[in-house]
């Protein structure tokens, strides 16, 4: 990244802020007190899929944690940890798993071609790919890679509500639900995979 462009972020915040100060003086003094966002964004951390302007919230709207794949793995302390704030500190009442077509991570899963610490990362999801082989196999490239994307969706949400974090939220009687989206970069759409779980005994079924 250049010069240019770091001088040109500072330039865009200060223009973002004086664009926010003029639509809402109290804006910022409002945010500094708390945040109150009633949704957890689970998504990839490819650069095109920000979750805040694709869904069109403000800062403060949605707590977000972003990995490559948008994966959940009942290992990574990192994701848990976020999840556990957001559920049992904010008391956010929706959770979306978010993937998007066209997935870097995804296609590296079919592919096999990374190794390195994003290899080991991808490991789960090209195990997720192995038993949707035969599947896949017939459908064309592009068609492929999409499809494992939506698969991976839900591979995660199910990852997600199985562990003893949300069961133990549930029956503890708070309320939220997780739901599986994917957002398509080709024409900026998200799309309900219609996969949504709201209690334990939900989650026993997946």
Known sequence: MSNNILE?????NAAWVANMIAEDP??????????KPELLWIGCSDSRVPANQISGLLP???????????VVSPTDTNCLAVVEYAVTVLKVKHIIVCGHYQCGGVQAALSGGLSGHVGAWLDDLREV???HRDDLSGLPETAALNR???INVAHQLTRLCRTDLLRDAWQQ??????HGWIYSIEDGLLKDLDLTVSSAEEASRL
């Open 8 to 12: 040109a972020m500072f330039k865009n």
């Open 26 to 35: 109290d804006f910022f003094a409002r945010l500094a007190k708390q945040q």
């Open 60 to 70: 403060g709207e949605v707590f977000v944690h972003r990995n490559i794949a948008n």
């Open 129 to 131: 790919y192995e038993r």
């Open 148 to 150: 494992l994307c939506e």
């Open 173 to 178: 009687g708070l309320t939220f639900s997780v």
